[in-house]
């Protein structure tokens, strides 16, 4: 069974530009989530998707993230404008239905400059 | 809100040492409680586990209960060997908001053994 798959592995920005991330979730799995790991520190949550809805976005910084999955299967993350206090690895995670296990991708290393 | 606390690192033990990482929890409901690992190089993946008060996870010799009365849930193991090496996170899913249960992690232990 094929795992969660992310990309880019690595990004370089320079603050005020954007940049997007990709996650394909585990085949069949409903439940989608994104975190942010900023280096030192666990992980936080910033979006909870079911299916192609959103369940908890409360710690998402809206004005500058988003996030969409559209077709309930892959998602993608935004950041816009980036600021030098993203830089961090982005976490994506799927599970079959809330409240099973969480299996976690390789992750993004965003480095904004 | 929800927080998870443990014990800094690098913690480091002798190979066949006995190993204990401390972790406590403020919660709002009715937490599950977790333990992940990030060997070097890889993503994070579930050690253990336990759902609901006095249940223990267990998982590759390693084991953790879950106390309600002293809000924890510490992760032990009887002999450590260098395979074991890696940063360990607790963690905890807050059932009692419906469907999200995103997770609130500790900020990490990085464990190293040396042989």
């Known amino acids: 069974e094929a795992g969660v798959a992310q990309s880019p592995r690595y990004k370089i920005i320079e603050k005020r530009q954007s940049v997007a991330f990709w996650c394909n979730p585990i085949?069949?799995?409903?439940?989608l989530y994104w975190y942010q790991q900023i280096l030192g520190q666990g992980p936080k949550l910033l979006i909870q998707?079911?299916?192609?809805?959103?369940?908890?976005d409360s710690q998402l910084p809206k004005d500058r993230f988003s996030a969409e999955r559209l077709k309930g299967v892959d998602s993608t993350l935004k950041i816009q404008p980036a600021k030098l206090e993203d830089s961090a690895v982005y976490l994506c995670?799927?599970?079959?239905?809330?409240?099973?296990?969480?299996?976690f991708g390789p992750g993004t290393r965003l480095t904004v400059t | 809100g929800n927080s998870v606390t443990q014990m800094e690192g690098p913690v480091t033990l002798s190979e066949e040492a006995f190993l204990t990482i401390n972790c406590t929890y403020t919660?709002?409901?009715?937490?599950?409680l977790f333990w992940y690992v990030q060997y070097p190089g890889e993503g994070l993946q579930l050690l253990l586990k336990?759902?609901?008060?006095?249940d223990k996870g267990s998982n590759k010799g390693f084991e953790a209960t879950y106390r309600k009365e002293t809000t924890s849930f510490h992760l032990e193991k009887g002999s450590v060997q260098v395979s074991d090496s890696a940063v360990y996170f607790c963690?905890?899913?807050?059932?009692?908001?419906?469907?999200?249960?995103?997770?609130?992690f500790g900020k990490g232990t990085h464990l190293i053994i040396q042989p």
């Open positions: 995670a799927s599970s079959l239905v809330p409240r099973y296990e969480q299996y």
């Open positions: 085949s069949g799995h409903a439940t």
């Open positions: 998707f079911q299916n192609n809805g959103v369940v908890d």
């Open positions: 919660a709002t409901g009715y937490p599950s």
């Open positions: 336990a759902t609901k008060a006095d």
């Open positions: 963690a905890l899913s807050d059932l009692s908001g419906g469907g999200a249960d995103g997770l609130t």
